[in-house]
């Protein structure tokens, strides 16, 4: 007798999603290797053995309870799915809503052109007994008759709706609702905990031979060490909570050499794969305040990060999706700099640093992420969606949905939906953060010449050439104020500076090839 054939996609690994049947007898289970889409972008080779070594554990974990489960290699997911499908017969396809644009577009054409056959239930992937917290109907409602979208006021709706660190009367424990003031330590000269290594197994090792010998992709296989099954997980759920979690909050925005992990969760990768759910680590923040292994600051900060970003970035992506793509609000069309495929390019410390963790790692964390390569993107003019990609394509837990919000609403300011003014920086913030300018050839208290810190002159570059455009923001008034005190010969000597080093960018010697919708 025929089934439903269930299609559990890449980032749908969890037994308790809709994409899984509650008995084995109650249907077949198909897993694709998307040839399409392992191409699509030069994707990290560590990420790639993560998401295929996930799926393959996730896979035998289903047998091994009894499930009937398939993993097929076929050119896309569609084609995978309709060759299960054609092959055992089945009498539906159950599927989520896709976590992203290119392969949603591609079972909505499914379902138009009746590809498999047969009809198409697809779950929404927010909401009671799903991954994210609400639907997608339900952050629509919440945007609906708004003007500009603000996180803040998204969180505490969020906060309120669930619950999180309320007192009796439903205000937030602690009197406010961001404690963030009280989380930008650096951190010279403290010792950061060492972060529990997930040695692989010989299925992890097989996919690490088979990806080793891939070309045109960004990193290498050796040193993989990211959990890829939900036990591991959840240990590393536990390692943090034991270990890291008390220091979180003080530390999260440090940066330091040879420290790419800090004291962060690094939890990103198996969330985002669906090995640990949010609802989970938002109840084990507040269990560890509750019982004082947290302080409050530390749980309030990474309770924002995962009740509040994590989703508010999943329901911007949707709301603006596809134009989000294409939006550049600055014009910035600059390529982007072949340092960030090859960081020992670069004579900046942060980010031969800080791209070359991500280059060994597949990983960097969200200060690193934005005030360092983001912000270095912005200030130069790079192409949103040229960064975009590199993000996409070089963090283990990037995929469109949660990298292109973050990159063009945040991180470049391609897109103004959410932000109300660029996350621009002078070196300064970077020497006040982390140890990187240390032993840097530049000098960051220079502004001018050849061993001024580009991170200085490019700042004043970029908001001398927008002016027009940022000099009424009251919030960057003041630094106008500041950049007129200099006399005209000053400015000329900054913004020549600037421009010499913009002139000494160049691109990666041979491009490297994206197809958003490949897949």
């Known amino acids: 007798m025929s089934k439903p054939a269930y299609f559990v996609a890449p980032w749908d690994l969890s037994v308790s999603l809709p994409c899984v049947p509650d008995d084995p007898a109650d249907g077949t289970v198909v897993l694709v290797e998307s040839v399409a889409k392992g191409k699509a972008l030069p994707y990290h080779k560590k990420k790639l053995v993560l998401v295929l070594s996930a799926m393959h554990h996730f896979a035998a974990r289903l047998e091994a309870e009894g499930y009937d489960v398939e993993i097929v290699n076929a050119p896309t997911y569609v084609d995978g799915i309709r060759q299960h499908v054609r092959e055992r017969g089945a009498t539906k396809v159950v599927a989520m809503e896709p976590r992203e644009w290119g392969l949603s577009r591609a079972l909505d ?21 799903s991954h994210f917290f609400l639907t997608r109907a ?93 036990e591991d997980a959840l240990a590393q759920l536990d390692d943090f909570f034991t270990g890291r979690a008390a220091d979180f909050g003080r530390y999260q925005d440090a940066m330091l050499t040879g420290q790419p992990f800090m004291w962060h969760a690094l939890l990103s990768p198996a969330i985002n ?30 309770l924002r990060q995962i009740l509040g970003w994590r989703e508010f970035i999943r329901g911007v992506y949707w709301h603006q999706m596809p134009g989000l793509r294409t939006d550049n609000l600055l014009g910035a069309k600059r390529d982007l700099p072949g340092f960030f495929w090859a960081p020992e390019q670069t004579e900046m410390r942060c980010l031969r640093e800080s791209i070359g963790q991500v280059e060994r790692h597949g990983y960097a964390h969200h200060i690193q992420r934005l005030m360092v390569q983001g912000n270095f ?76 810190c580009p991170f200085n002159a490019l700042f004043w570059h970029f908001l001398d050439r927008h002016r027009e455009r940022f000099e009424a923001n009251h919030r960057l008034r003041v630094l106008y104020g500041n950049w007129d005190r200099n006399d005209e010969s000053e400015k000329g000597r900054i913004l020549a500076t600037a421009q010499r080093f913009l002139d000494g960018l160049e691109p990666p010697p041979e491009p490297w090839s994206f197809e958003d919708d490949a897949g």
């Open 109 to 129: 054409r499914a379902e138009e052109e009746d590809t498999f056959g047969v009809p198409l239930e697809r779950h929404d992937d927010g909401g009671e007994g």
């Open 273 to 302: 794969l669906s090995l640990v759910s949010p609802r989970e680590v938002c109840d084990r923040i507040v269990e560890a305040y509750e019982a004082g292994r947290m302080p409050l600051a530390s749980a309030e900060g990474l």
């Open 377 to 452: 993107a912005m200030l130069a003019g790079i192409d949103p969606l040229q960064i975009s990609h590199w993000f996409w394509a070089a963090f283990v837990d990037a995929y469109e949905w949660v990298e292109l919000p973050n990159v063009h609403g945040m991180a470049v300011y391609a897109n103004d939906a959410f932000t109300t003014k660029p996350y621009a920086a002078s070196g300064n913030y970077i020497h006040k953060m982390s140890d990187y300018c240390g032993g840097c050839r530049y000098d960051v208290k220079q502004r001018t010449g050849e061993d001024a």
């Open 138 to 230: 339900e952050f629509a409602k919440w945007v609906k008759g708004k003007k500009q979208l603000r996180m803040a006021d998204f969180y505490r709706f969020m906060r309120k709706r669930y619950g999180y660190l309320l007192d009796a009367k439903g205000n937030p424990v602690g009197g406010k609702w961001s404690l963030d003031a009280e989380n930008r330590q650096h951190a010279k000269g403290v010792e950061p905990p060492r972060a529990t290594a997930y040695e692989p197994d010989a299925m992890t090792r097989r996919i690490m031979e088979r990806v080793a010998k891939w070309k045109h992709r960004f990193g290498e296989v050796d040193g993989f060490d990211w959990p890829v099954t939900r």
